[in-house]
């Protein structure tokens, strides 16, 4: 069974930083594209980060380009996403997310629950 | 960030048949067949449903099936069941820089 298992969420200050980890288990990790998708209260899905399966290629949403780092360590299934400068605006659940093939193109088809953030303003 | 246009609420009585419409544009649903839908009930995993506008995946009910239509695509859940109600998410890869994919605004199904 696959599992994707967020933490790292937290009260943080704005200017602050946080690391967000995914802990996935039940597929080949290193063989799938994975993302960090969040959701601001009462509004809908954002991705906000993207990585291949090597890791050597990633992407990020303008709104947390040069804020955000996102990682892979493969030898230990986890997918990290390092937080810099927060804002209050990116208050929101962060939801690890797992690509059904190595192209980040293709659907999520497995979610983590989630790991909420909350930077104040 | 844009967003696909999904009504904020659908609802229908145990058995009925619903629709749920996504409208993007010509950067996005209209061009690509890479349509996703995903169900959410709050506090759980978000769900995939629907992919590559009207694929299931392995295990899916065929209650759900989507379709596409120029620049809006389409969510039916037949035969609706209590199980249903949840937050109903599309997904569209867009060409639009500065964003990988867009999402719906999602549409809250009640089971009345």
């Known amino acids: 069974e696959v599992q994707l298992l967020e933490s790292g969420g937290g009260l943080a200050q704005p200017g602050g930083s946080l690391r967000l980890s995914c802990a996935a288990s039940?597929?080949?990790?290193?063989?799938?594209?994975m993302s960090w998708v969040r959701q601001a209260p009462g509004r809908g899905l954002e991705c906000v980060s993207a990585i291949a399966p090597s890791g050597a290629t990633s992407f990020y949403a303008d709104s947390v380009e040069g804020r955000f780092t996102i990682s892979r360590d493969n030898s230990n299934n986890m997918l990290f996403l390092h937080m810099n400068n927060l804002r209050a605006e990116d208050t929101a659940t962060y939801y690890c997310a797992k690509y059904d093939t190595s192209q980040i193109t293709r659907p999520r088809d497995q979610w983590g629950q989630g790991t909420l953030v909350n930077v104040p303003s | 960030q844009s967003t696909l246009t999904q009504p904020a609420s659908v609802s229908g009585s145990p058995g009925q048949t619903i629709t749920i419409s996504c409208t993007g544009t010509?950067?996005?649903?209209?061009?690509?067949?890479?349509v996703s839908w995903y169900q959410h009930h709050p506090g759980k995993a978000p769900k995939l449903i629907i992919f590559d506008v009207s694929s299931r995946p392995s295990g899916v009910s065929s209650r759900f099936s989507g379709s596409k239509s120029g620049n809006t695509a389409s969510l039916t859940i037949s035969g609706l069941q209590a199980e249903d109600e949840a937050d109903y998410y599309c997904n569209s890869y867009t060409k639009n820089s500065g964003t990988l994919d867009v999402f719906g605004s999602g549409t809250k199904v009640s089971v009345l």
């Open positions: 010509i950067s996005d649903v209209g061009v690509y067949n890479y």
């Open positions: 039940g597929f080949t990790f290193r063989y799938y594209a």
